[in-house]
Structure formats: structure tokens, C-alpha cells
């Protein structure tokens, strides 16, 4: 069977390579940065991210580790949505998930290369993450940039999403008694705060009492500009992007983690056996079709200041159900 090349060592990159182990591929797999690393990321698993490192062999030791999220809040302007989640979701940090899957996968029998990679393969998993540039046509000060730091301090069982027009805000715990801070913002409205993310929290209803108890541990991380878009409708054939470099999801869907997982998987069983690319992406566009549907029209919501108005006409087990990605197969 052909070698299969996997280019990213993230939840996508290591699920492909998992996968395509599985189904008898030998694999190499090339990450050139150092881990563990913290990254700008939500760091909420849903509960098919659990099913996905489940399928992988990986979830029962993660599992002892992950932060159970049993509620979900919404915050909207003024209004709150409340959900009591019917089976639990998960809080796992990035420093921890990416070395933890990442030593498996070398368990198994990938060859992990720490360098950047560089030319052409016949069969090649591309899960480097999302392209860091946004459309020439997006105004300067409409562009998106990404947060986030943890904290000490009290911790919820739950996750709160604060949305506004200008600033997204996510927090919930993750492992170690830790919680993750971290949210999307125009750089229009970090300008006017002089990029004081602590500043532009409190201008969202309800996140400054939320997160006053807290104590943050380290400086605010941030990246961008980042442009949350479409699945991606093309690749070379005998390249299969996954995660984030098959399509970047709004964060505020919570989906972003378990996307990878479960594109990456698909990526690595396709790319082992050989699969038209076409077909792979049009497994892959089942998989997040509603939640990019969804994502796309609560962002036209937000943008047009009707989502406070409409907010209570949304229980929130519908808006949870209809964020959460397929499993595929």
C-alpha cells in the first residue's frame, strides 16, 4: 500500500494518521513546531469529538483528564439562553490533547518528522490548519482576530457564549481545575479598546461577573486575521485537506475540534485507500453541512442587530442540535 503523507501534527493531522494506519497505510507524518503548545482555540470538544478519538482508540485515557460541560449559556445582548446538555461535552486544552494524540500516533507506528514539509506526495493529508489571511475585499477594521488565555479561579460545569457584533466570547473549563477564555473580535473594537481584551470583556453583558471571579494566568494569546468560510471546494488530486484547511468554522458553533477529528479520520481512511478526492469532499461537506448553514445565518443575525430581539424564539436545544457536526462514517 502506498505511504501516506501527513502534513500537520493537530487533532486532524493525527486522526488521518490513525486512520490511515488502521486501514494498513505505513505513515509519515511531518510537524515542524515543538508540543506541547498552547494555542488560540475554544478548546470545547462536542460530544461526536468523543465519539471520533472513541473510534480512534484514544478517548478512554483522554477521558480521565477532560472537564465534563454539562450546560450551555447563551448570551445574547441582554437575554440568556439556557440548555442543560442531554449527553455531556468536553473541556480539553490544546497543550494537553496535541501531545497526548500525537505520542499515540508515534505508538503506532507513524513516522513523525519534525520539519517543515517541503515537494510533492503521491497520497498527502494536508491538516496545516487554516490559511491566516483574509479577503482583500473584508474592510481593515472588519477583519478577525482571535484570544485567548486560562485562568484560575472558580470553575462552572458549564459553558457561557457571549455573542455581539464586534466580539465573540467563549468560556469553559478545561483540565486541571483550569478555565479557557477565549473569543473573536474586530479589529475595529480592538483599536477603540487599544487591543485591552480584558477592557472589551466587560463590555459584553454579563461576561465581566463571569469572569471577575477568575485569575488569568499568562498574557492574552492572539492570531489572525482569521476568516471563518465555506467548505473548501477544490484540492490537487491526491491531496485531502482536513480541519481547519478544509474549512475554518465559525467559533462560535463550538464544532472546531471535533471538525478536525472527524475530517482528519475521514482524510486518512481516503487517502489510504485511495479515494478521489471528490469524493472525499463531498463525504466531508455532509459532515458540517449544517453547521455552516447555521453558523452563517446566526453571524447575519448578529451583524444586523436582530439576534437580541429574536433570541427568545430559539430554545437552546435547537440551536445546540444544529450546530453539531455529522460523524461520518
Known amino acids: 500500500m502506498a505511504v501516506v503523507t501527513v502534513v500537520g501534527g493537530g487533532p486532524a493531522g493525527v486522526a488521518a494518521a490513525l486512520a490511515a494506519r488502521e486501514a494498513g497505510a505505513p505513515v509519515t507524518l511531518f510537524e ?27 478517548w478512554e485515557e483522554l477521558a480521565r483528564t477532560a472537564a465534563p ?3 450551555m449559556t447563551l448570551h445574547i445582548g441582554r437575554r440568556e439562553i439556557v440548555h442543560r446538555l442531554g449527553e455531556p461535552a468536553y473541556g480539553i486544552s490544546r497543550f ?8 499515540a500516533a508515534v505508538a503506532r507506528g507513524v513516522t513523525l518528522q519534525r520539519k517543515r514539509f517541503s515537494g510533492s506526495a503521491e497520497r498527502t493529508v494536508w491538516a496545516a490548519g487554516r490559511r491566516a489571511v483574509a479577503p482583500h475585499s473584508t474592510p481593515k477594521d472588519e477583519r478577525l482576530f482571535g484570544f485567548k488565555a486560562h485562568f484560575d479561579g472558580v470553575r462552572e460545569d458549564a459553558v457561557d457564549l457571549y455573542v455581539a457584533r464586534d466580539c465573540y466570547l467563549g468560556v469553559s473549563p478545561v483540565e486541571g481545575g483550569v478555565t479557557n477564555v477565549c473569543g473573536l473580535a474586530r479589529l475595529g473594537a480592538l483599536r477603540r479598546f487599544d487591543f485591552d481584551f480584558d477592557e472589551l470583556i466587560g463590555t459584553l453583558p454579563g461576561a465581566k461577573e463571569r ?12 492570531t489572525g486575521p482569521v476568516t471563518p468560510g465555506a467548505l473548501c471546494g477544490h484540492s490537487s488530486e491526491g491531496v485531502y485537506p482536513a480541519g481547519d484547511a478544509l474549512a475554518f468554522l ?35 461537506g455532509k459532515v458540517v453541512v449544517g453547521v455552516r448553514r447555521v453558523a452563517r445565518f446566526l453571524r447575519i443575525l448578529v451583524n444586523s442587530g436582530l439576534a437580541d430581539r429574536l433570541a427568545w424564539l430559539a430554545p437552546g436545544g435547537l440551536l445546540y442540535a444544529l450546530t453539531r457536526p455529522r460523524l461520518g462514517r
Open 250 to 284: 465559525d467559533p462560535f458553533t463550538g464544532t472546531g475540534m471535533s471538525n478536525a477529528l472527524i475530517t482528519g479520520r475521514l482524510a486518512g481512511s481516503a487517502a489510504a485507500r485511495g479515494t478521489p478526492v471528490a469524493s472525499y469532499l463531498a463525504d466531508c
Open 96 to 103: 494537553f490533547l496535541d501531545a497526548a494524540v500525537l505520542e
Open 69 to 71: 460541560i454539562r450546560r
Open 211 to 222: 469572569t471577575a471571579p477568575l485569575r488569568r494566568r499568562w498574557k492574552w494569546l492572539t
Open 32 to 58: 515542524r513546531a515543538e508540543f506541547p503548545r498552547h494555542k488560540v482555540c475554544g478548546e470545547f470538544l462536542s460530544p461526536e469529538g468523543a465519539v471520533a478519538l472513541d473510534r480512534l482508540g484514544l
